[in-house]
């Protein structure tokens, strides 16, 4: 649908790494915090707590932590996402409930969820103001430095970690990498299994949408399976993930 500014936005956001010193206004925080209470959520119970990162040394160490990316500490705005399973727990044993179960696996991936459609209101709500932001996953890593840092309790993780600021004029012009086509992506009532022949169609087209016209599916796909999906921080975000999820059995 042509002149519509949602769906524009929403086309147009890519990740920002590099931003200007500009900061993000207290006007425009509020707006970002704002529109991440308005997602959707389970129940109502907003099943996440946002931490504002505004702490000079904290930002440092959460950049150290997240895989050594420097620019994290220079973002003008860094919030924490935060699955919590706490908060609707502790306002059970408020309300004469001392007995109430504990969080489960169901619970924290219905937190999971809740927490991550707040994270992308926010961005959103920052791409319209000319904000641009970067989601941060590696805060899922180094699980018990992570919680130290954070002065995470029980039933609280880490689900995602959102950098804002004004993007300079390099990533301005930077262009979107282009996404799979529709058909490598939707299925019809069912899943099915993509054939190899159409995997490799799906990443050969990907790839020259993205000025790759000499892309070879083997020599690329090994390269990132080498670089990311077996690489020593996947492993340790899964490592991590356990630590998490352990308190939850």
């Known amino acids: 649908m ?7 936005a929403l086309s147009a956001r890519k990740s920002v790494r590099v ?4 900061a993000v206004t207290a006007e425009e925080r ?8 308005q997602a959707p959520t389970a129940g109502n119970q907003q099943l996440y707590t946002i931490l504002d990162i505004t702490d000079p ?13 420097p620019f994290i500490a220079k973002a003008p705005l860094v919030l924490v996402f935060l699955a919590d399973c706490r908060r609707w727990l502790n ?5 004469g409930m001392p007995d109430a179960r504990k969080p489960g696996y ?34 899922i890593e180094n699980a018990e430095p992570m919680r130290e840092a954070l002065r995470l309790p029980e039933y609280v993780v880490p689900a995602c970690m959102l950098v804002f600021g004004r993007p300079t004029e390099q990533q301005q012009r930077r ?14 009532n069912t899943y099915r299994d993509r054939t190899p022949d159409e995997l490799r169609a ?3 087209a990907r790839a020259a949408a993205n000025g790759q016209p000499d892309y070879d599916f083997n020599t690329a796909v090994q390269a990132f399976c080498k670089r990311k999906y077996e690489s020593d921080f996947s492993k340790e975000m899964t490592r991590s993930a356990h630590v998490y999820w352990d308190e939850f059995e």
Request: charged fraction near 15%; aromatic fraction near 6%.
């Open 2 to 8: 042509q002149n519509n500014p949602i769906l524009s």
């Open 19 to 22: 931003f200007t010193d500009e």
């Open 30 to 37: 509020a707006a970002i915090l704002h529109a991440a209470f």
């Open 57 to 69: 040394a904290l930002k440092a160490t959460l950049a150290d932590l997240c895989d050594h990316q």
């Open 91 to 95: 306002a059970y044993h408020a309300a």
């Open 106 to 139: 169901g619970d924290l991936m219905l937190a999971i969820a809740d927490t991550c459609i707040a994270a992308q209101n926010a961005v959103v709500a920052a791409e319209s103001m000319g904000i641009g932001s970067c989601y941060i996953g590696d805060v």
């Open 175 to 188: 262009p979107k990498p282009a996404r799979f086509a529709e058909q490598a992506i939707v299925c019809e």
């Open 202 to 204: 799906d990443f050969t």
